[in-house]
């Protein structure tokens, strides 16, 4: 949990604001339509000190700031803010597509915040058309929105019936192949606006698909802690894109990451968040030996963010590794490379290789206490299903030495895959539950020598015989195909795992605790 100031609601106004004359900049014409920029709020819950505690976008668009903002006619929504401020996930995605899908005429980007999110939408679409199409043929909104802001915002849109337009829009829907589908349905779409770096990056060939070859444009980089900065070119392709950071946001430091060594002394200093003498040197002055401020970063150099914010983080850790790729008058300009330890992503989910390991080693218990082996395990995140989820490869084997193949059976497997599930973060444990951001997480059982296939193949593409550990989650599709070549059985989740959005792990509170420095 981060702390938030009501002062803190003007530096993102300013934030969202300046992203607007950037856009115009290099697309004409925004000024004459809509954007159905897709929108949503979490609940919120109060923390025992009796402060709210709430997702900082929840924040932003609760605050007036969103809700009494200036007229912008370069920044008109299809979707009502009733839409918006809807706390029924489904009923405010269902009508914020319907208000698209009326106003399609009007429609010059479409977008979400992240990737996922708009994938999402997507499949709501695939999953409901039809009903959409009913209530724009009769002008009538289904009876299951019950939201009494929603209904009234959304009945002034659909006012009538519309058959001609439900018509176009059921033609486009019922083909085969939803290829091109955003063009098809809003065809004055000049791009689709959503966070395609970082993590995000792995939705970029689903997205083209989908956007007929519409520009993707990843407009800023933000998060709980301080937004950060925004994307001066935001027509550049998706690898290209750098952030300028806002030096009015907070105080930015960086730590220099140089090479493996400088890694793992920082993990080593992450994990323990104490003082600790290593290599001569203790935790505080090796921070600052490699500290540098915003104006002395270099091009071409590798750090970790750190910031000190207004609300009162002090040198904390964002988690974040960024490259320096040039510079917008003094400002220094970032690419993002990656969150540091994340190995698996599918929404806001972040789980490191020891969140994975942590929840893998109370599964087996379930198998070893069967006299079954877990030798070997790998995973990655599919997002070729909408939502995506995560899959394991596991090895097994019989405690006695024997190459042959256990039997499985198929209440323990999807208890493991459950174990699992339940063993992971809360944030990955709402985005199952509440959310419904992730898919039931499924486990793979690979033959026996599978991971012996899987190293001869990093050998093969350069790893060391000396230094080879198995990938805990694999990337290329190479390695993916020599493990699924090789799958014996697949196992999913049956159950959705717990969550209580009062529930502060205290482990959890801990790690991130010592995320400050
Ligand atoms: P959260 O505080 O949960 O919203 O997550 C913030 C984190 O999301 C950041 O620290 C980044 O790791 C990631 N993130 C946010 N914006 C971007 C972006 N534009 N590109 C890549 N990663 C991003």
Redesign the pocket.
């Known amino acids: 949990m981060m702390p938030s100031t009501a002062q803190e609601l003007d530096r993102k106004s300013f934030f969202y604001n300046i992203l607007v004359p950037v856009m115009n900049t290099y697309v004409e014409g925004l000024d004459q339509g809509k954007a159905m920029f897709l929108l949503f709020i979490k609940p919120e819950i109060n923390t025992p000190a009796g402060l709210v505690a709430r997702p900082?976008l929840t924040s932003y668009h609760k605050s007036s700031h969103f809700r009494d903002r200036p007229f912008n006619k370069f920044n008109v929504y299809t979707s009502p803010d009733e839409t918006i401020l809807c706390s029924d996930s489904r009923q405010s995605m269902y009508c914020q597509l319907l208000c698209g899908l009326v106003q399609r005429s009007e429609v010059l980007r479409v977008g979400a915040i992240f990737a996922s999110a708009f994938l999402r939408a997507i499949k709501f679409l695939e999953d409901h058309w039809r009903q959409l199409c009913l209530n724009i043929r009769t002008g009538q909104l289904t009876d299951w929105i019950t939201d009494p802001s929603c209904k009234n915002a959304v009945s002034l849109i659909l006012s009538k019936p519309m058959p001609d337009l439900a018509d176009l829009i059921e033609r486009e829907c019922i083909g085969i192949s939803w290829e091109g589908i955003i063009r098809k349905l809003w065809p004055r779409t000049k791009y689709v606006e959503v966070?395609v770096?970082?993590?995000?990056a792995q939705y970029i060939s689903t997205l083209e698909f989908y956007s007929g070859g519409l520009p993707l444009v990843?407009t800023?980089?933000?998060?709980?802690?301080c937004y950060f900065g925004i994307n001066l070119k935001p027509l550049c392709k998706p690898c290209d894109v750098s952030?300028t950071l806002l030096p009015n946001m907070a105080y930015f430091e960086f730590i220099t990451v140089i090479e493996d060594h400088d890694e793992k002394m920082q993990e080593k200093v992450h994990c323990n968040g104490k003082s600790e003498q290593k290599n001569g040197i203790n935790e505080e002055e090796w921070i600052k030996s490699k500290i540098v401020d915003l104006v002395n970063v270099k091009v071409g150099h590798y750090y970790e963010l750190v910031v000190t914010t207004y609300t009162g983080l002090y040198r904390y850790r964002?988690?974040?590794i960024l490259m320096v790729t040039g510079f917008h008058n003094n400002a220094p300009q970032f690419r993002?490379v990656q969150?540091r330890n994340v190995v698996l992503s599918i929404d806001?989910d972040k789980t490191s290789e020891e969140d994975l390991l942590k929840a893998v080693t109370e599964a087996k218990l379930i198998i070893e206490s069967l006299g079954l082996l877990l030798t070997e395990y790998t995973s990655y995140a599919d997002t070729t299903s909408i939502p995506g989820h995560y899959v394991l490869f596991w090895e097994l084997k019989k405690r006695e030495n024997t190459e042959q193949l256990p039997e499985l059976d198929l209440i323990v497997m999807e208890q493991c895959c459950y174990r699992v599930e339940e063993s992971l973060d809360s944030v990955y444990r709402r985005c199952r539950r509440k959310d419904k951001s992730i898919g039931p997480l499924e486990i793979r059982v690979v033959k026996h020598g599978t991971f012996d296939a899987l190293m001869d193949f990093c050998l093969s593409q350069g790893s060391s015989v000396n230094q080879y550990k198995t990938p805990r989650c694999i990337s290329s599709q190479e390695a993916a195909r020599v493990l699924d070549s090789r799958v014996v059985a697949r196992f999913f989740s049956k159950k959705v795992p717990s969550w209580e959005p009062f529930r502060i792990e205290a482990n959890k509170l801990m790690s991130d605790m010592h995320r400050a420095v």
Request: proline share 0%; glycine share 10%; charged share 15%.
């Open positions: 900082v966070i770096t970082g993590s995000m990843s800023m980089y933000a998060s709980s802690e952030y964002v988690g974040d993002f969150r806001t």
